[in-house]
């Protein structure tokens, strides 16, 4: 089986301050991992991927992620923040066990202040 | 444009009443879901299909019905069966490939029972 915990469900930062989002996952196999925004009353869009390449993984709108194994993390981090990232963050598993299913976490709700 | 339309947005039901969520995608994915949003919770998965005219029940499937009759449409019914259906509806396709790719999500619909 597989899933996602999100540390936090409201995390506030300052304009210009670092962001970090973080997600631990549990899986069997080797996963698949996700980090999607959510603007409110909107659809999710992906943000960026792992898929066993890199552990590095840059995404949109200056966002990266770093799959650790060994902590079985895949924390989500922005140098600056910007008033424009205030939003929901979830992070999602799948894997080959899950067939095409993607478990998602709970959410992380992030404030920006100015 | 290709993408994921889901209708309507918002959508107001009486105590007793089925009703229909439109789920349309153009983008030629093989697999459709339907995820129900609650604040707090994430995304829980109701149903699922991979081909036309098979789809499995997800994680929360009671007092929920589909169909997927063309690739192109996965309509979701909430049948009077659902105790508590307010909430905020995400329809989702992904091409095949399996778990390493990414969903592609609707805008959502948000359900409301008066």
């Known amino acids: 089986a597989q899933s996602v915990t999100q540390l936090g469900s409201h995390v506030s930062v300052s304009e210009g301050a670092l962001v970090l989002l973080r997600c631990n996952y549990s899986?069997?196999?080797?996963?698949?991992l996700f980090w999607y925004v959510q603007y409110p009353n909107q659809g999710l869009q992906l943000l960026l991927k792992?898929?066993?390449?890199?552990?590095l993984v840059k995404g949109i709108n200056g966002f990266e992620a770093e799959f650790k194994k060994s902590e079985t993390s895949f924390h989500l981090t922005k140098p600056s923040a910007h008033m424009s990232d205030a939003a929901e963050y979830l992070c999602?598993?799948?894997?080959?066990?899950?067939?095409?299913?993607?478990?998602f976490g709970a959410g992380t709700r992030l404030f920006v202040k100015a | 444009d290709g993408g994921i339309t889901q209708s309507p947005k918002y959508l107001f039901r009486k105590e007793g009443q089925n009703v229909t969520l439109s789920c349309e995608q153009n983008?030629?994915?093989?697999?459709m879901y339907w995820y129900r949003q609650d604040p707090g919770q994430g995304l829980r998965l109701i149903y699922y299909?991979?081909?036309?005219?098979?789809?499995q029940k997800g994680d929360i499937a009671e007092g929920y019905s589909v169909s997927r009759e063309k690739k192109e449409s996965f309509p979701l019914t909430v049948t009077s069966a659902q105790k508590n259906p307010t909430a905020f509806y995400l329809c989702?396709?992904?091409?095949?490939?399996?778990?390493?790719?990414?969903?592609?999500f609707g805008q959502g619909t948000r359900l409301t029972v008066v």
């Open positions: 792992y898929t066993s390449a890199a552990t």
């Open positions: 999602a598993v799948s894997g080959e066990s899950g067939g095409f299913k993607t478990i």
């Open positions: 299909s991979q081909i036309v005219n098979d789809f």
């Open positions: 983008l030629n994915h093989d697999a």
């Open positions: 899986s069997s196999v080797p996963p698949y």
């Open positions: 989702a396709s992904r091409p095949g490939g399996g778990s390493r790719t990414e969903a592609f």
